[in-house]
């Protein structure tokens, strides 16, 4: 037995030269990220009255579907704001991180051929396997004792040590758990493709059951990992037993995987592939046919999920309209507009969120022609009489008008939601108005796209960078408290409240022009330089 | 007519300069072998010539247009195979058959299926799971179905196995009958002698040497292994007799061709045991073009 495990440990060497800027990144990312927002929160909410305001505010169910239940509302601390608004976050980026990097070292090296080379070596049959999971466990222990001893030496009085290493255990064993279940889809996958989609497709799925565990069947919350870290109740009550369930379960499924890996052979996987169409479709025969084929099956499953996600926040309308008319001090809070309910202004933020998460399929679609470049298919393309403005093009094209899609989807979920559980119903009109008023917003994210793949192709993951910190500005800008500046850098806050703003069509114009001159540049750029 | 036409391409990436200067002259019929070793500069000069990157100075022509600003016109009569074939994992090697040529043009089936039966593919498999070899058929297929005057294509048969190299080389005698031309790059020497008759060699950036395959001096010195019962006498005197080398029993050497009638008669006076003739390789080429610059090999 012993021998399916030799040299494991040069292995796991290997993994970590090969990784160790990547690594690096990743786990100061993680930590720097979580410590730095806990160093803001005790200036953000200074008094104690600061702080009651918050906390009634974040009774709200749309808040807990966000971002998880709180122990602590009734003396919400500054720990107790760190457990609640960071904990589910810094879980999920530990999540994707371990997604990546497992998928990476297992089903990626198999599918290019790099294991049979490893394998070919004295290694033992479950020792790459085994050196990827370790090396993803030293990097959440890394992760879990960097932002545990980070954040007790901010030396903020409510937190303390235990809730500081719980905190930072919390994130470290959800990074450990979906570094296992990677594993497991490794091995059940055949390809990269799949073990990504599924992966992913879990971690969205368990995020969604948290959020409506949270806001109805606390149960339910169980089943996720995510609620299970959140019933630690960090800084409140600080439980270790979800931690040490989390990793009875880890330890489970990487059992599980090692069985699954020993009775496989070298480059098959579970799921069967079945053999395709041996004639091209007549749709196939243009660059966009192409580009459609190949984000074929991704628009789809993203039209689902968000379509999904619309309609878990749409089910909560019911609820926050009972919040928001019996919390008299939200009431206070929130601008009363002649002529709209509370709800109806809070649905608007609910759209410009559900905005921000539709941009992340928009750029897949988009940066998909800069990762056909580097694995170098274009040039075969450009070798036909094809032009580069019509390859760049179809891929821009299906960008902006999947903001489209992904923006009807998402409200056809909200609203059909809504209307089973609102006494009040907005009207589907207004809502899609809503909706569409943020596509100039995302296509400022298309812009940016196009504009880096043209002009600095070797930049384009500085569109995700850019998106991230929207998604911050947008979500968590209020509490926070972000200088206005920082809220004008996200192409959303220029867009108006429907249907309680009205809709400046200047602004949208403008927002429209910077974006298609972005566009512009990029494709001029495109045609200009040396394709890889 | 020249189909292909390069004059004085330079090509740098960063402080690196990839192609010194080259010219490239390719008429309508030929079968135009380009070789050289590794990273000598063949690909970057036919990315050049597919408009796919930009040189930083010459001309650079195919059809009598520009191989950069009217790329798209040119491709419609030409197709491509890359050394290095990368297809999309998700799609199988039919459909993407069927895309490059619609891309091309009009869609020949007969001839797409009899390529497909010839060549042996399974065209409903992914080609993700496609062998290296099999990527390449895919690439070939999708090139020789498609209806063009000029096909350049890559080390096209590095994945090869020796029964499809034949029909590989079946399909460009029939291209060369009707009158079509190739630009077939290669490091295999013996590859492009049969095939081509016309050959340019580039190292490091420069051609080093270029012409139909009669007129290259080097390729006419012949190889010879000897050994002979007397000891040889005077060899070094005779004319045509290059790089003579002594192993144990076994004299090396080359000869010219034209010569080679005189050497004969001169060695049979004592008494031949053994005699082995062998084509010069591209090695041999490139460490005589060495000397004769004067460099070290």
């Known amino acids: ?532 | 007519m020249s189909f292909i036409e390069m004059s004085k391409v330079r090509k740098n990436f960063g402080i690196v300069t990839a192609l010194d200067g080259i010219d490239l002259k390719v008429n309508k019929g030929d079968i135009y072998g380009f070789i050289g070793p590794n990273g000598a500069g063949k690909t970057t000069a036919i990315r050049i010539l597919l408009g796919i990157i930009k040189a930083n100075s010459g001309e650079s022509k195919i059809f009598g247009m520009d191989s950069w600003k009217d790329s798209v016109e040119i491709h419609k009569n030409l197709a491509y195979v890359p050394g290095d074939v990368n297809l999309w994992p998700n799609l199988t090697g039919g459909e993407v058959i069927d895309f490059f040529v619609k891309l091309r043009g009009k869609v020949n089936k007969k001839r797409r299926d009899e390529l497909i039966e010839r060549l042996g593919l399974d065209p409903s498999k992914k080609c993700r799971t496609y062998s290296k070899g099999n990527r390449q058929k895919v690439a070939l297929i999708a090139a020789f179905a498609s209806d063009v005057d000029l096909y350049i294509l890559d080390e096209p048969t590095s994945g090869l196995d020796p029964l499809m190299e034949k029909i590989f080389q079946e399909y460009i005698m029939e291209i060369k009958e009707a009158g079509k031309s190739v630009l077939l790059s290669s490091h295999i020497l013996s590859e492009v002698d049969e095939l081509c008759n016309k050959v340019s060699i580039i190292k490091q950036g420069k051609i080093i040497e270029s012409g139909s395959l009669d007129e290259l001096t080097y390729l006419k010195r012949i190889s010879i292994t000897l050994q002979t019962r007397k000891p040889i006498e005077g060899f070094e005197k005779l004319k045509g007799v290059h790089d003579i080398k002594k192993r144990g029993d076994l004299l090396l050497f080359q000869v010219d061709q034209e010569e080679m009638n005189n050497v004969i008669k001169y060695i049979s006076g004592y008494e031949v045991i053994k005699l082995e003739s062998s084509p010069p390789t591209l090695e041999d080429l490139f460490m005589r073009h060495y000397k004769d610059d004067g460099g070290e090999a």
């Open chain 1, 1 to 532: 037995m012993a021998k399916k495990f030799t040299n494991t440990r040069v292995l796991i060497g290997f993994i970590f030269r090969r990784d160790r800027i990547r690594l690096l990144l990743w786990i100061l990312g993680i930590a720097i990220f979580a410590i730095s927002i806990a160093a803001l929160l005790p200036d953000l909410y200074p008094d104690k009255a600061d702080k009651l305001v918050l906390a009634e505010t974040m009774k709200n169910p749309a808040v807990t579907f966000m971002l998880g239940p709180s122990a602590g509302l009734n003396n919400y601390t500054d720990g107790a704001m760190m457990g609640h608004f960071m904990l589910v976050f810094t879980a999920m980026f530990a999540a994707i991180m371990s997604i990546l990097l497992v998928t990476r070292h297992t089903r990626e090296d198999e599918e290019d051929g790099r294991i049979e080379m490893i394998y070919s070596l004295p290694l033992g049959s479950l020792s790459n396997l085994t050196a990827t999971l370790l090396t993803l466990l030293i990097a959440n222990v890394l992760i879990f004792l960097l932002i545990g001893l980070g954040l007790y030496g901010l030396g903020i009085e409510t937190m303390g040590l235990e809730g500081s290493l719980l905190f930072g255990a919390s994130v470290g064993v959800v990074g450990i758990f979906y570094a296992a279940l990677t594993g497991l889809f490794a091995q059940l996958a055949s390809n990269v493709r799949t073990t990504l989609g599924l992966s992913f497709a879990f971690l969205i799925a368990e995020y969604i059951i948290r959020g409506s565990g949270d806001t109805g069947n606390q149960a339910l919350s169980h089943l996720s990992p995510l609620g299970l870290i959140t019933r630690s109740e960090v800084y409140v009550n600080n439980y270790w037993w979800p931690i040490l369930l989390l990793l009875a379960i880890s330890l489970l499924i990487y059992s599980f995987s090692l069985y699954l890996n020993s009775i496989r052979d070298l480059g098959a996987g579970f799921i069967s592939t079945k053999p395709g169409k041996s004639q091209g479709s007549p749709y196939l025969s243009s660059p966009i046919g192409l580009a459609l084929r190949l984000e074929r099956t991704p628009i789809i499953a993203w039209a689902l999920g968000i379509f999904i996600l619309g309609s878990a926040y749409g089910s909560l309308l019911g609820d926050l309209e009972g919040f928001l008319s019996t919390s008299q001090l939200v009431q206070k809070m929130i601008p009363i507009v002649e002529g709209f309910s509370l709800t109806q202004s809070f649905v608007t933020m609910l759209i410009t969120i559900i905005s921000v998460i539709g941009t992340i399929p928009i750029l897949m679609f988009v940066l998909k022609v800069n990762s056909e470049e580097k694995k170098d298919r274009i040039s075969q393309l450009l070798a036909t009489p094809v032009s580069r403005y019509s390859i760049i093009g179809s891929y821009t094209l299906i960008g902006l008008m999947a903001a489209f899609l992904i923006q009807l989807m998402s409200v056809l979920g909200l609203w059909l939601a809504a209307s089973f559980t609102m006494e009040d119903v907005i009207s589907f009109g207004t809502l899609l108005k809503a909706a569409i008023v943020n596509v100039p917003a995302m296509w400022i994210f298309v812009g940016v796209a196009v504009f880096l793949i043209g002009r600095f192709p070797k930049l384009t993951g500085l569109t995700w960078t850019y998106l991230i910190c929207a998604f911050f500005i947008e979500y968590m800008g209020e509490f926070l408290k972000l200088p206005e500046w920082t809220t004008k850098l996200s192409p959303f806050s220029h867009v108006p409240s429907v249907p309680v703003d009205e809709v400046k069509v200047s602004t949208l114009l403008i927002i429209l022009v910077i974006a298609f001159i972005l566009i512009g540049i990029g494709f001029r750029e495109y045609n200009r330089r040396d394709i890889e």
